[in-house]
């Protein structure tokens, strides 16, 4: 079972990513390391061309609208229901805890560690099963890629966090967001690889977003990340290219783990899930080589990789 966290400090808390104290152990230069501790795209959306005007304004309703209409669009989010764009999943996730009063929250582990962090700190009770008042299900999860059924959203506050389900969308739960008290979290940086631009969704009944948007403040997105996610959210095109390539890609990677004796133990099409006999020797001689992988303090078996980018496939092949 992943440990309920006692603190808040995310400086504490387990994440993939953190290349620079990994370059600082094992040496090299930043730019020489392949990062696959995170499951972000590593063929991102291109950018647009950003006129001087979207760096310089504040962030116009306009341009809110066009990219709440493109998500809605994209995602298929029943018209009952209402989309606040923020920046990035993680500000909603700290914020969501305090729609309602403290009490118990399931949060069937392993999973993502911030949801337990976020409830913890506005006073709830974590436990990983029997009833509870609110309910975290993250689908497709992270980093088994356990898919979620509409059965289980069966709390007064449910959370769905697909922030993975772009590579699946046929397993998304956006439809139950016309019922109250449930919330479907959206990431835009893993499927379309642009983490650092910060956009995240939240989707549930109207006085749901109002009271989140309230919590955000005003211009909680900034006018490149809106620009940059309707551009995206209308290219379908380029959704369905992406996806049959990182089927691909993540077919071959779990070709590479397998014939070096790993056992896939789950994943998603953005990363993959691996059994092997110690995964903290595997990171080490990955590490060695500048390759970062993901393993996690609650087993000593799984290890979890991202996708290579392009020029790095050989150079993860020579590693293992």
């Known amino acids: 079972m992943l440990c309920s966290p006692t603190h808040t400090n995310t400086a504490h808390r387990d994440h993939g990513g953190r290349i620079d104290a990994a370059v600082q152990h094992y040496g090299g230069n930043r730019d020489e390391w392949i990062d696959l ?6 063929e991102p959306y291109p950018l647009p061309d950003f006129g001087p005007q979207v760096w310089a304004a504040l962030p116009d309703e306009a341009a809110q609208l066009a990219l709440v209409n493109a998500a809605r669009t994209f995602w298929s989010v ?5 989309i606040l764009a923020a920046p990035g999943a993680s500000a909603l996730i700290a914020r969501i805890p305090a729609l309602a009063p403290a009490a118990r929250v399931q949060i069937t582990t392993p999973t993502y560690n911030e949801h337990a ?5 506005n006073g709830w009770a974590v436990h990983a099963d029997g009833p509870a008042e609110a309910r975290v299900l993250v689908n497709p999860n992270n980093p088994d890629g356990r898919q979620w059924q509409s059965s289980d959203a069966n709390s007064e506050l449910t959370v769905i966090d697909e922030s993975f389900c772009d590579v699946t969308p046929a397993s998304s739960l ?3 967001t016309t019922r109250p008290g449930c919330i479907v979290l959206k990431s835009f940086g893993k499927f379309w690889g642009l983490a650092g631009l910060r956009l995240g969704f939240a989707i549930a009944a109207p ?3 109002n009271r989140l948007s309230d919590m955000l403040g005003p211009w909680p997105v900034s006018g490149p990340a809106l620009c940059t996610g309707a551009k995206a959210l209308r290219d379908v095109d380029w959704a369905v290219q992406t996806r049959a390539r990182l089927r691909t890609d993540a ?3 779990d070709q590479i783990m397998t014939a070096r004796g790993a056992e896939i133990a789950g994943g998603t099409d953005l990363f993959r899930l691996y059994s092997v006999d110690d995964a903290a020797a595997w990171q080490d001689k990955l590490a060695k080589r500048h390759i970062w992988s993901r393993t996690f303090p609650y087993s ?7 996708l290579p980018p392009a020029d790095g496939w050989q150079r993860l092949q020579d590693a293992v």
Do not use: M
């Open 300 to 306: 000593k078996t799984f290890l979890r990789l991202g």
């Open 117 to 121: 962090a976020a409830f913890v700190a």
């Open 207 to 209: 006085e749901t977003i």
């Open 251 to 253: 077919n071959r990677l």
């Open 78 to 82: 029943p018209d009952e229901a209402a």
């Open 37 to 42: 501790s995170t499951g972000i795209n590593p």
């Open 174 to 176: 956006v439809g139950l």
